[in-house]
């Protein structure tokens, strides 16, 4: 049972360069989130999914793209690196909302953007 | 929104306690908390709801005052394992906000021996 599962683990980037990173689940979860992680400010949303078919910005959302494309997967692409989207992203996915928001969070994926 | 979590470190011997808050500006539905060890992602320690149900895997307890929209973690006697970055998330009552899970800042604990 893999739970969820990120790729990559690690990227570098030149500025301006674009990526996808992934995202799959195999609970069967209707809830997806992508955060980043920054030294002292926590986790902050970026997007997130409440529900297959649909998508809605987080706290910091500029720079960024998704795409819930089907229910155990949802992608997020920066179209032109920046150094300050050097971060560590985390991908996370729960049953739905109230009790069932327990979230199920990825490794991680450490990126560097020079 | 990002909820405000306090104290933003700890240092505490085995054996002693601790609590850590976290309030928010909005009105919750749902208080959530996560530990996260260093390296790793964050797991899952507890959710309280609005009206007093709660979930929980371990011997941690937390207590969310919806009047106030705060909540607290309560880590008594405690272990070399409790250390890491504490996280409470919270997810506001309304509209398009369910299922919308916001982190605070985290709070550090360290436990020396």
């Known amino acids: 049972n893999a739970g969820v599962t990120q790729t990559p683990k690690f990227q570098v980037l030149k500025t301006g360069q674009s990526m996808t990173l992934q995202c799959a689940q195999d609970?069967?979860?209707?809830?997806m989130y992508w955060y980043r992680q920054d030294p002292g400010m926590g986790l902050r949303l970026i997007y997130y999914?409440?529900?297959?078919?649909?998508?809605d910005k987080g706290e910091v959302p500029n720079g960024y793209n998704v795409s819930r494309l089907n229910k155990r997967e949802f992608s997020l692409r920066l179209e032109s690196a920046a150094p300050s989207q050097t971060s560590v992203y985390f991908c996370?996915?729960?049953?739905?909302?109230?009790?069932?928001?327990?979230?199920?969070f990825g490794q991680g994926t450490r990126l560097t953007v020079v | 929104q990002q909820p405000v979590q306090s104290p933003q470190a700890v240092i505490l011997r085995e054996g002693e306690d601790a609590v850590i808050n976290c309030s928010s500006s909005?009105?919750?539905?749902?208080v959530h908390w996560y530990r996260q060890k260093h390296g790793e992602a964050p797991v899952f320690l507890m959710i309280?709801?609005?009206?007093?149900e709660q979930k929980g895997h371990e011997k941690i307890s937390a207590s969310f005052n919806e009047k106030k929209q705060q909540s607290s973690l309560y880590l008594t006697a405690s272990q070399l394992s409790y250390s890491g970055t504490y996280f409470c998330?919270?997810?506001?009552?309304?509209?398009?906000?369910?299922?919308?899970?916001?982190f605070g800042q985290g709070t550090i604990l360290t436990v020396h021996p």
């Open positions: 996370a996915s729960s049953e739905g909302w109230g009790v069932y928001t327990e979230a199920f």
């Open positions: 609970m069967n979860h209707n809830s």
């Open positions: 999914s409440a529900s297959e078919g649909t998508t």
């Open positions: 909005k009105a919750l539905y749902s």
């Open positions: 309280l709801l609005k009206g007093g």
């Open positions: 998330g919270t997810e506001m009552k309304g509209g398009t906000s369910y299922g919308k899970l916001t």
